[in-house]
């Protein structure tokens, strides 16, 4: 190959890179860990990546369908609470009727997928933004997850399910720990890595994928030319409930009981993850794994900044300024990602 070509292929691939969704991400990413890397010596230590991980995957599951959601140009103001729902559901039901910790999982899954298809039916069904149709789950959920535990356990907590039969299966697969030269690696970063995986090989590799980018993008000229526009939104629902089951069964495996109250305001930490990954507000663009490295931002600065011994009340604004930064980055990528290489 000529020394010409080589020129004149250089450019374009490099325009090709900056018109990435996840390369802010990546640039931050880089720019935090180096940060703590300088002001912080454990930071660096093994186990201290074992920490920033788990911190990571806690928001990364969920960071993984909420950036599909919103690249399909909706949002899920439930998905905190719901989380807390598939705990709860899960640990009730097992004490409840003395059962096997596993039917306790099995019915949550089933009420979480169940609750997803609900917001994906009424938002087809309605026409009202998914901001209105969440929100008001969101505030169900809220309700039902404080009232219900109060009426069944008497408290706002859930009794302990520990010594019941079938617990130490469902930890070893939702809760487990893997410890290798002093790194450890819990159960959730493998559900992590696994849905990051599957999720951008559903949205780069299939028929799917291209019908999120085009709801996203313009749901009227998507369901023109023949996309299932409220179906496609419906599915990626389903796997807003999905993930949440996934999360509430490491919250309830990893501490044998849950607290009522708890995932009221996640819900924002998953969406700035998922911006901060190079979604946009306005759909129809972003990167699963951009979402997985915003949420892997979450985790180096929440374990960072303790490691410093920095003041812990700057931890939102932190992120806020990225959320900010971030959104202006992307709306700059995507315009250049429009114009194409040249």
């Known amino acids: 190959m000529s020394t010409d070509v080589l020129v004149q292929e250089r450019p374009a691939t490099v325009r090709r890179l900056l018109a990435r969704p996840e390369l802010g991400a990546l640039i931050a990413a880089v720019a935090v860990f180096l940060v703590f890397a300088a002001v912080a010596e454990p930071f660096l230590r093994v186990s201290s990546l074992g920490t920033v991980l788990y911190a ?9 369908p909420v950036s599909l959601l919103m690249i399909g140009g909706e949002f899920d103001l439930s998905a905190g609470v719901l989380v807390t729902t598939a705990a709860l559901t899960s640990s009730m039901v097992s004490y409840q009727l003395t059962a096997v910790t596993w039917v306790g999982v099995l019915v949550s899954l089933a009420v979480t997928l169940a609750i997803g298809f609900f917001n994906g039916w009424m938002l087809g069904r309605t026409r009202l933004p998914s901001f209105i149709v969440t929100l008001g789950t969101f505030l169900m959920l809220t309700g039902a997850n404080l009232g219900v535990t109060k009426l069944v356990s008497g408290t706002v907590s ?16 939702f809760a487990s720990e893997l ?16 849905l990051v995986a599957v999720g951008s090989w559903v949205l780069l ?19 023109a030319v023949g996309v299932p526009v ?4 419906t599915v990626l629902y389903l796997g807003v409930g999905f993930c949440a089951w996934v999360l509430g069964q490491h919250l309830l495996f990893s501490f044998g009981t849950v607290q009522s109250g708890e995932g009221v305001g996640n819900e924002l930490i998953y969406i700035v993850a998922a911006v901060i990954g190079g979604c946009l507000i306005t759909g129809g663009y972003g990167s699963v794994v951009g979402a997985a490295l915003g949420a892997l931002i979450f985790g180096m600065v929440g374990k960072g900044i303790v490691y410093a011994q920095w003041n812990p009340d700057w931890f939102k604004f932190f992120l806020g300024a990225m959320l900010l930064l971030a959104a202006l980055l992307n709306s700059w990528v995507k315009r250049r990602a429009e114009r194409g290489p040249r």
Do not use: H, Q, Y
Request: proline fraction near 2%.
């Open 56 to 64: 990571a995957s806690t928001i990364g599951i969920m960071a993984v």
């Open 158 to 173: 859930t009794k302990p399910i520990s010594d019941m039969e079938g617990f130490a299966s469902c930890r070893w697969l």
């Open 179 to 194: 410890t290798v030269g002093g790194l450890t690696i819990r159960a959730t970063v493998w559900w992590w890595l696994g």
């Open 205 to 223: 590799r299939t028929r799917f994928g291209n019908w999120v980018f085009a709801v996203g993008g313009d749901a009227a000229a998507a369901r």
């Open 230 to 233: 409220a179906r496609t939104k």
